[in-house]
């Protein structure tokens, strides 16, 4: 199983900007889809974005779409979320994870499709 470890959270005011990290060691990185989670107090933990073993093809949810971006290093065994024009809502703890099949497709969104999880990082987006 890859190691995950998200950096890049903090407090931040609406309409503003924050790029999440996720670093992963294990030489399979490169393998696997990873995806963006976030959860928020009393709310079941919700997809935000996969983005595939290449990099080359993103997923988002409707409620980032045109505002958060997904991409990857594989050379680094890191992947980053672009979080641009925040809202509120957006607070969360943010999750990244490796899917549980290697190559798979972006749209396998489900948590229980991820095997491997970071410890999260917190945002908060203040009004």
């Known amino acids: 199983q890859l190691q995950l470890v998200e950096s890049g959270g903090g407090l931040v005011q609406a309409g503003g900007s924050l790029r999440l990290s996720c670093d992963a060691s294990g030489r399979t990185f490169s393998r696997y889809t990873m995806g963006w989670f976030r959860q928020a107090p009393g709310k079941e933990r919700e997809f935000v974005a996969t983005?595939?073993?290449?990099?080359?093809?993103?997923y988002y949810a409707d409620s980032v779409k045109g505002r958060f971006t997904a991409s990857r290093d594989n050379a680094k065994n890191s992947v980053y979320l672009q979080m641009n024009s925040l809202k509120p809502e957006d607070t969360a703890v943010y999750y990244c994870a490796a899917q549980r099949i290697p190559y798979n497709s972006v749209t396998v969104k489900g948590v229980g499709d991820f095997s491997s999880w970071g410890q999260g990082t917190q945002v908060t987006v203040s009004s």
């Open positions: 983005i595939s073993w290449s990099g080359g093809t993103t």
